[in-house]
Protein backbone atom coordinates (compact mmCIF):
# COMPACT_ATOMS: atom_id res chain seq x y z
CA UNK A 1 0.00 0.00 0.00
CA UNK A 2 1.15 3.78 -0.47
CA UNK A 3 -0.10 6.44 1.63
CA UNK A 4 0.37 9.51 0.25
CA UNK A 5 -0.99 13.29 0.19
CA UNK A 6 -4.06 13.47 -2.04
CA UNK A 7 -3.85 14.97 -5.31
CA UNK A 8 -6.64 16.79 -7.50
CA UNK A 9 -7.07 13.46 -9.55
CA UNK A 10 -7.86 11.67 -6.15
CA UNK A 11 -10.10 14.22 -5.60
CA UNK A 12 -13.62 11.99 -7.09
CA UNK A 13 -12.56 9.11 -5.06
CA UNK A 14 -12.73 10.84 -1.92
CA UNK A 15 -15.97 12.38 -2.47
CA UNK A 16 -17.10 8.45 -3.32
CA UNK A 17 -15.57 7.17 -0.02
CA UNK A 18 -17.21 10.24 2.38
CA UNK A 19 -20.69 10.36 0.45
CA UNK A 20 -21.79 6.68 0.87
CA UNK A 21 -19.63 4.89 3.82
CA UNK A 22 -21.41 1.09 2.95
CA UNK A 23 -21.50 1.02 -0.90
CA UNK A 24 -19.00 1.23 -3.57
CA UNK A 25 -19.36 4.50 -5.42
CA UNK A 26 -18.10 4.65 -8.70
CA UNK A 27 -15.27 7.72 -8.37
CA UNK A 28 -16.10 8.82 -12.49
CA UNK A 29 -19.93 9.08 -11.01
CA UNK A 30 -19.21 11.60 -8.64
CA UNK A 31 -20.42 15.54 -9.37
CA UNK A 32 -17.31 17.06 -8.49
CA UNK A 33 -18.58 20.16 -7.41
CA UNK A 34 -16.99 24.10 -7.45
CA UNK A 35 -16.98 23.96 -3.18
CA UNK A 36 -14.95 20.76 -3.44
CA UNK A 37 -12.69 22.43 -5.75
CA UNK A 38 -12.35 25.39 -3.46
CA UNK A 39 -12.37 23.17 -0.39
CA UNK A 40 -9.60 20.83 -1.87
CA UNK A 41 -7.70 23.73 -2.73
CA UNK A 42 -7.95 25.02 0.62
CA UNK A 43 -7.03 21.88 2.19
CA UNK A 44 -3.90 21.06 -0.14
CA UNK A 45 -2.58 25.11 0.10
CA UNK A 46 -2.70 25.15 4.05
CA UNK A 47 0.45 23.51 5.56
CA UNK A 48 -1.40 22.79 8.58
CA UNK A 49 -4.07 20.43 6.51
CA UNK A 50 -3.55 17.28 4.60
CA UNK A 51 -6.04 15.04 2.75
CA UNK A 52 -3.90 11.56 2.96
CA UNK A 53 -5.21 8.31 0.92
CA UNK A 54 -4.32 4.74 0.91
CA UNK A 55 -3.87 3.12 -2.80
CA UNK A 56 -3.18 -0.01 -3.95
CA UNK A 57 0.73 -0.15 -4.48
CA UNK A 58 0.30 -2.25 -7.86
CA UNK A 59 -1.78 0.50 -9.72
CA UNK A 60 -0.48 3.48 -8.08
CA UNK A 61 3.27 5.28 -9.33
CA UNK A 62 6.30 7.58 -8.63
CA UNK A 63 4.78 10.06 -10.56
CA UNK A 64 2.02 11.25 -8.12
CA UNK A 65 0.13 8.54 -7.78
CA UNK A 66 -3.06 7.71 -9.84
CA UNK A 67 -3.49 4.07 -7.78
CA UNK A 68 -6.98 3.07 -6.41
CA UNK A 69 -8.06 4.94 -3.13
CA UNK A 70 -9.08 2.53 -1.13
CA UNK A 71 -8.82 4.76 2.06
CA UNK A 72 -8.50 8.01 3.33
CA UNK A 73 -8.39 10.47 6.04
CA UNK A 74 -7.61 14.41 6.82
CA UNK A 75 -5.20 15.42 9.70
CA UNK A 76 -5.14 18.81 10.91
CA UNK A 77 -2.21 20.16 13.01
CA UNK A 78 -3.08 22.20 15.70
CA UNK A 79 -0.32 24.66 17.50
CA UNK A 80 -1.53 25.71 21.20
CA UNK A 81 0.06 26.50 24.34
CA UNK A 82 -0.36 23.48 26.27
CA UNK A 83 1.75 20.76 26.17
CA UNK A 84 4.81 22.04 25.80
CA UNK A 85 4.11 23.70 22.99
CA UNK A 86 3.74 20.87 20.63
CA UNK A 87 1.14 20.39 17.88
CA UNK A 88 -1.75 18.59 18.29
CA UNK A 89 -3.24 16.03 15.31
CA UNK A 90 -6.57 16.09 14.60
CA UNK A 91 -8.09 13.25 12.65
CA UNK A 92 -11.43 13.59 10.59
CA UNK A 93 -13.23 12.18 7.49
CA UNK A 94 -11.53 8.51 7.98
CA UNK A 95 -12.43 6.10 5.73
CA UNK A 96 -11.94 2.45 4.33
CA UNK A 97 -13.86 1.54 1.24
CA UNK A 98 -16.51 -0.92 2.30
CA UNK A 99 -15.34 -3.68 -0.26
CA UNK A 100 -12.04 -3.73 1.48
CA UNK A 101 -13.01 -3.50 5.08
CA UNK A 102 -11.41 -6.85 7.18
CA UNK A 103 -8.12 -6.41 5.63
CA UNK A 104 -6.36 -4.33 8.66
CA UNK A 105 -6.57 -1.57 6.28
CA UNK A 106 -8.31 0.77 8.70
CA UNK A 107 -5.56 -0.13 11.34
CA UNK A 108 -2.89 0.85 8.87
CA UNK A 109 -3.91 4.27 8.16
CA UNK A 110 -4.15 5.14 11.29
CA UNK A 111 -1.08 3.50 12.62
CA UNK A 112 0.34 5.64 9.51
CA UNK A 113 -1.13 8.80 10.46
CA UNK A 114 -0.20 8.38 13.99
CA UNK A 115 3.35 7.56 12.85
CA UNK A 116 3.31 10.73 10.41
CA UNK A 117 1.64 13.26 12.88
CA UNK A 118 4.72 11.82 15.51
CA UNK A 119 7.38 12.51 12.95
CA UNK A 120 6.51 16.09 12.71
CA UNK A 121 6.41 16.45 16.15
CA UNK A 122 2.78 16.37 17.52
CA UNK A 123 2.28 15.23 21.08
CA UNK A 124 -0.97 14.28 21.06
CA UNK A 125 -3.52 12.42 18.16
CA UNK A 126 -7.03 12.72 18.60
CA UNK A 127 -10.30 12.65 16.99
CA UNK A 128 -14.36 11.82 17.75
CA UNK A 129 -16.74 9.16 16.31
CA UNK A 130 -20.72 9.23 16.43
CA UNK A 131 -21.73 7.71 19.59
CA UNK A 132 -23.62 5.37 17.31
CA UNK A 133 -20.48 4.38 15.36
CA UNK A 134 -19.84 1.22 18.47
CA UNK A 135 -17.40 -0.75 16.18
CA UNK A 136 -15.67 2.42 15.14
CA UNK A 137 -15.57 3.05 19.65
CA UNK A 138 -13.74 -0.58 19.76
CA UNK A 139 -11.54 0.06 16.92
CA UNK A 140 -9.85 2.81 17.71
CA UNK A 141 -9.53 1.37 21.76
CA UNK A 142 -7.84 -1.83 20.27
CA UNK A 143 -4.97 1.09 18.78
CA UNK A 144 -4.54 2.49 21.74
CA UNK A 145 -6.90 5.79 22.06
CA UNK A 146 -8.16 6.64 25.43
CA UNK A 147 -12.15 7.34 25.12
CA UNK A 148 -11.32 9.98 27.61
CA UNK A 149 -13.99 12.82 26.14
CA UNK A 150 -17.70 13.64 25.22
CA UNK A 151 -17.45 15.22 21.93
CA UNK A 152 -19.91 18.20 21.31
CA UNK A 153 -20.98 20.09 17.88
CA UNK A 154 -23.30 22.60 17.26
CA UNK A 155 -24.39 23.40 13.69
CA UNK A 156 -24.20 27.52 12.58
CA UNK A 157 -26.52 29.16 10.68
CA UNK A 158 -25.34 30.88 7.50
CA UNK A 159 -24.51 34.28 8.93
CA UNK B 1 -16.65 42.97 28.40
CA UNK B 2 -14.02 43.06 24.86
CA UNK B 3 -13.60 39.78 22.85
CA UNK B 4 -10.23 40.32 20.46
CA UNK B 5 -7.67 38.25 19.70
CA UNK B 6 -5.12 38.13 22.28
CA UNK B 7 -1.38 39.73 21.91
CA UNK B 8 1.56 38.71 22.80
CA UNK B 9 1.52 41.17 25.32
CA UNK B 10 -1.98 39.11 26.90
CA UNK B 11 0.05 35.63 26.76
CA UNK B 12 0.86 35.10 30.62
CA UNK B 13 -2.38 35.99 31.39
CA UNK B 14 -3.27 32.90 29.05
CA UNK B 15 -0.91 30.94 30.57
CA UNK B 16 -2.39 31.50 33.83
CA UNK B 17 -5.58 30.56 32.95
CA UNK B 18 -4.40 27.73 31.86
CA UNK B 19 -2.20 26.23 34.10
CA UNK B 20 -4.65 26.02 36.87
CA UNK B 21 -8.36 26.31 35.75
CA UNK B 22 -9.21 26.42 40.24
CA UNK B 23 -7.42 29.48 41.25
CA UNK B 24 -6.17 32.55 40.38
CA UNK B 25 -2.79 32.56 39.25
CA UNK B 26 -0.47 36.26 39.02
CA UNK B 27 0.04 36.41 34.91
CA UNK B 28 3.39 38.21 36.15
CA UNK B 29 4.42 34.94 38.07
CA UNK B 30 3.93 33.02 35.34
CA UNK B 31 7.03 31.92 33.71
CA UNK B 32 6.84 32.37 30.12
CA UNK B 33 9.49 29.63 28.03
CA UNK B 34 10.57 29.58 24.73
CA UNK B 35 8.19 26.76 23.69
CA UNK B 36 5.23 29.09 24.34
CA UNK B 37 6.79 32.21 22.41
CA UNK B 38 7.16 29.55 19.57
CA UNK B 39 3.40 27.96 20.26
CA UNK B 40 2.12 31.87 20.54
CA UNK B 41 4.05 32.81 17.63
CA UNK B 42 2.35 29.96 15.02
CA UNK B 43 -1.13 30.44 16.58
CA UNK B 44 -0.37 34.42 15.43
CA UNK B 45 0.76 33.99 12.17
CA UNK B 46 -1.74 30.95 11.25
CA UNK B 47 -4.65 32.44 9.49
CA UNK B 48 -6.51 29.21 10.48
CA UNK B 49 -5.88 29.77 14.23
CA UNK B 50 -7.08 32.30 16.97
CA UNK B 51 -6.41 33.06 20.48
CA UNK B 52 -8.95 34.77 21.48
CA UNK B 53 -9.95 36.71 25.02
CA UNK B 54 -12.51 38.21 27.05
CA UNK B 55 -11.14 41.20 29.02
CA UNK B 56 -13.15 44.28 31.38
CA UNK B 57 -13.58 46.99 28.94
CA UNK B 58 -12.69 49.55 31.64
CA UNK B 59 -9.26 48.47 31.65
CA UNK B 60 -8.95 47.66 28.01
CA UNK B 61 -7.98 49.99 25.43
CA UNK B 62 -9.02 50.27 21.59
CA UNK B 63 -4.96 50.47 20.74
CA UNK B 64 -4.60 46.28 21.05
CA UNK B 65 -5.64 45.94 24.33
CA UNK B 66 -4.08 45.31 27.55
CA UNK B 67 -6.90 45.21 29.53
CA UNK B 68 -7.72 42.29 32.21
CA UNK B 69 -7.99 38.63 30.65
CA UNK B 70 -10.30 36.58 32.38
CA UNK B 71 -11.18 33.78 29.78
CA UNK B 72 -9.64 32.93 26.56
CA UNK B 73 -10.59 29.90 24.19
CA UNK B 74 -8.69 28.98 20.98
CA UNK B 75 -10.61 28.70 17.73
CA UNK B 76 -9.11 26.49 14.55
CA UNK B 77 -11.09 26.63 11.65
CA UNK B 78 -10.57 23.43 9.98
CA UNK B 79 -11.26 23.25 5.68
CA UNK B 80 -13.09 20.04 4.50
CA UNK B 81 -14.99 18.53 2.01
CA UNK B 82 -17.83 17.86 3.68
CA UNK B 83 -20.95 19.89 4.84
CA UNK B 84 -20.93 21.87 1.36
CA UNK B 85 -17.21 22.86 1.62
CA UNK B 86 -17.45 24.69 4.80
CA UNK B 87 -15.02 25.14 7.15
CA UNK B 88 -15.78 24.18 10.96
CA UNK B 89 -14.44 25.52 13.88
CA UNK B 90 -13.02 23.62 16.67
CA UNK B 91 -12.79 25.01 20.50
CA UNK B 92 -10.01 24.20 22.46
CA UNK B 93 -8.43 25.81 25.83
CA UNK B 94 -11.58 27.26 27.11
CA UNK B 95 -11.04 28.86 30.49
CA UNK B 96 -13.04 31.57 32.36
CA UNK B 97 -10.79 32.98 35.19
CA UNK B 98 -11.76 31.04 38.56
CA UNK B 99 -12.94 34.02 40.62
CA UNK B 100 -15.40 35.23 37.83
CA UNK B 101 -17.63 32.09 37.55
CA UNK B 102 -21.08 32.18 38.08
CA UNK B 103 -21.18 35.78 36.29
CA UNK B 104 -22.23 34.14 32.37
CA UNK B 105 -18.83 34.61 31.27
CA UNK B 106 -18.43 31.51 29.81
CA UNK B 107 -21.70 31.60 27.77
CA UNK B 108 -20.93 34.73 26.37
CA UNK B 109 -17.24 33.28 25.38
CA UNK B 110 -18.87 30.63 23.87
CA UNK B 111 -21.69 32.78 22.35
CA UNK B 112 -18.76 35.05 20.80
CA UNK B 113 -16.68 32.40 19.99
CA UNK B 114 -19.89 30.72 18.07
CA UNK B 115 -21.06 34.07 16.28
CA UNK B 116 -17.53 35.07 15.26
CA UNK B 117 -17.03 31.26 13.69
CA UNK B 118 -20.69 31.78 11.58
CA UNK B 119 -19.62 35.37 10.47
CA UNK B 120 -16.48 33.52 8.97
CA UNK B 121 -19.20 31.23 7.26
CA UNK B 122 -18.48 28.15 9.22
CA UNK B 123 -21.10 25.49 8.97
CA UNK B 124 -19.94 24.35 12.73
CA UNK B 125 -18.98 24.52 15.94
CA UNK B 126 -17.01 21.93 17.39
CA UNK B 127 -15.22 20.39 21.00
CA UNK B 128 -14.61 17.88 23.45
CA UNK B 129 -14.86 17.80 26.96
CA UNK B 130 -12.96 15.41 29.26
CA UNK B 131 -15.54 12.72 30.65
CA UNK B 132 -14.37 13.74 34.13
CA UNK B 133 -16.29 17.58 34.00
CA UNK B 134 -19.64 16.76 33.70
CA UNK B 135 -21.00 20.54 34.98
CA UNK B 136 -18.70 21.38 31.86
CA UNK B 137 -20.84 19.31 29.59
CA UNK B 138 -23.93 20.50 31.00
CA UNK B 139 -23.00 24.11 30.62
CA UNK B 140 -22.44 22.87 26.30
CA UNK B 141 -25.75 21.30 25.91
CA UNK B 142 -27.80 24.46 27.66
CA UNK B 143 -26.01 26.33 24.63
CA UNK B 144 -27.22 24.21 22.48
CA UNK B 145 -24.42 21.90 21.65
CA UNK B 146 -25.30 18.20 20.45
CA UNK B 147 -23.33 15.41 22.73
CA UNK B 148 -23.21 13.38 19.86
CA UNK B 149 -19.45 12.06 19.59
CA UNK B 150 -16.45 10.18 21.74
CA UNK B 151 -13.88 11.92 21.88
CA UNK B 152 -10.53 9.50 21.63
CA UNK B 153 -6.91 10.74 22.38
CA UNK B 154 -3.56 8.70 21.68
CA UNK B 155 -0.64 10.58 23.03
CA UNK B 156 2.88 10.51 20.34
CA UNK B 157 5.66 9.71 21.62
CA UNK B 158 8.99 12.31 20.71
CA UNK B 159 9.81 10.70 16.95
Redesign the interface.
Known amino acids: MIFRIATRRDLPA ?2 AL ?1 ADEDRVLDPASMPV ?1 E ?2 E ?3 A ?2 ES ?1 A ?2 E ?1 LVLTDTDTDTEAGGGGTVVGCL ?1 L ?1 Y ?5 Q ?2 Q ?1 R ?2 V ?2 VRVRADRRGEGLGAELMRLA ?1 ER ?3 R ?11 RRTAA ?1 RF ?2 R ?17
Chains 1, 2 share one sequence.
Open positions: VLLGEHRAFAIDRNMQTIPGLGGGEALEAAARGGCGLIQLTSNKHYELGFARSHEGFKLPLDRP
